[in-house]
């Protein structure tokens, strides 16, 4: 997915950029970057590294004196190499995204078809920060042309821009991924994640809506497009990518996971357990509600190894990705023997860290090996937010497991998404019986939208259940 975090402000910007960027470094794991503007030279400051070996706060740490000037943003980018800087008829900048243009090849050839070129290839691609920036050249002005990055690109596209002038925030058009305005004395500061604001001194100032544009500087905030009417922001942002004290559209992330788990515990009457754990780290909030809506003691059976350990999905091979996920999580033996465990997480993608992870659990002593999942099954892969390291739908278990019963991996797939349907039962009991669990239960997409607290209309559930509201 990625994130990033902009400042401008009175004085030098350099501490609270790194800081801030820092903070969504749980949104991306291959490219980070900052870039500073500094008026007194007239020059823009800008680094990019590589973090697919080490953390953003290790690369960046010892070139902050590098970073002159009083407004600058940063990215950490799960795609591209970005910020990128342009000169063109519109003035220097500097760009950032947060996006994934599905519709990338087509727009590539146009732009060279049409006599432009694109000079900045990520491992071979055209890179998307790019495209979006020579886009964004072809208005009259920034609106104009960021403007024709919402008419052009599919999928989602956030962006932040550093002129020599100010900050431009715009959000993608249909809101998919956030953006939140933080103020303090003498400063503004943009951000995918609002829990980057706390600690910096930020309180936040406002959520940008869908399709907004706005100018950010030291003391002021202009409108520069109005927000559009319809919100379609990614529900995974609260189930799984959100940090546990950032806010989205106003609704906090660990309130929705507790929520979440609180209606599943109250609602599981058929099965007697002795405590409820939480698949580190997206899994604990609910966790800790479903042990309130049940009535059972939470306890931590898993703990995850961080020092050493990055995110499961980083590897590009399925081998090294499952032993990375069995490597950071130390099963509590001495915790789980002869318990009849409930474990909760954020969802199911292929599956095959789970069932090494469960078997591992019955060979530790656990008794029984309950799992309650916060979201629906994953039946639709994602258009907009690269949620998920899946390529094809058949990376999919849901997918696979539908193709075994059909014949083909997408036939029938309304059925299986609706949750009171026989065939959404038979595909959940196979998922189970293909994990070796004793129990295994999805949440309902009713249940998360009353957990978010929005209008269903508003979040995007499409790889549950294929609604988009395009």
């Not at 996920?325 to 969802?347: E, H, Q, T, V």
């Amino acid at each position: 997915m990625g994130g990033f975090f902009g400042t401008i402000s009175t004085k030098s910007c350099a501490e609270d950029l790194f800081y801030g960027t820092d903070y969504n470094s749980h949104l991306g794991t291959k490219r980070g970057g900052m870039v500073t503007y500094d008026v007194a030279q007239g020059r823009f400051c800008r680094k990019i590294h590589n973090l697919e070996s080490t953390y953003f706060r290790t690369k960046f740490e010892e070139d902050l004196d590098k970073f002159l000037g009083n407004a600058g943003i940063g990215v950490i980018s799960d795609t591209d190499a970005q910020p990128i800087i342009f000169n063109s008829h519109l003035g220097k900048f500097a760009i950032v995204t947060v996006a994934k243009i599905v519709n990338i090849d087509e727009l590539e050839r146009e732009q060279l078809e049409n006599y432009h070129h694109l000079a900045e290839l990520s491992q071979g691609c055209t890179n998307p920060t790019e495209l979006v920036a020579l886009l964004i050249t072809q208005g009259k002005d920034f609106v104009d042309g960021i403007e024709n990055v919402y008419r052009k690109v599919k999928g989602s596209c956030s962006m932040l821009i550093l002129t020599e002038n100010g900050i431009i925030a715009a959000r993608d058009k249909y809101g998919r991924t956030p953006i939140i305005v933080g103020k303090k004395d003498g400063a503004y500061a943009v951000t995918s994640e609002s829990s980057a604001f706390p600690n910096l001194g930020y309180a936040i100032d406002s959520y940008i809506g869908p399709g907004e544009i706005i100018r950010l500087t030291p003391d002021s905030i202009e409108q520069l497009r109005k927000p559009e009417r319809k919100l379609q922001i990614c529900s995974f942002l609260w189930i799984y990518y959100g940090f546990p004290t950032s806010c989205y559209e106003g609704k906090n992330v660990e309130e929705m996971r507790q929520a979440c788990g609180i209606a599943m515990g109250k609602e599981d009457a058929e099965v007697e357990v002795d405590c409820a754990c939480g698949i580190p780290d997206s899994g604990i909030g609910m966790a800790l509600g479903y042990a309130i809506g049940k009535g059972v003691p939470y306890h931590r059976t898993i703990s995850k190894y961080t020092p050493t350990w990055p995110r499961s999905f980083t590897p590009s091979n399925q081998s090294m990705r499952d032993l990375v996920a069995k490597m950071k999580l130390i099963p509590n033996y001495d915790m789980l023997r002869g318990k009849r465990l409930l474990f909760c997480d954020d969802s199911i993608v292929r599956g095959t860290q789970l069932r090494g992870n469960v078997e591992e659990l019955f060979a530790g002593g656990a008794k029984e090996v309950h799992m309650r999942i916060a979201c629906p099954p994953l039946i639709y892969p994602c258009e907009f937010v690269n949620f998920t390291a899946s390529k094809s739908e058949m990376e999919l278990i849901t997918r696979r497991v539908i193709q075994d019963f059909e014949g083909d991996a997408g036939k029938d797939l309304e059925e299986y998404a609706r949750t009171d349907s026989d065939k959404h039962k038979k595909m959940v009991e196979e998922i189970r019986r293909r994990l070796g669990l004793t129990s295994l239960k999805f949440s309902k997409i009713e249940t998360i939208v009353k957990a978010i607290g929005l209008p269903k209309e508003s979040i995007c559930t499409h790889c549950f259940d294929g609604s988009s509201y395009l």
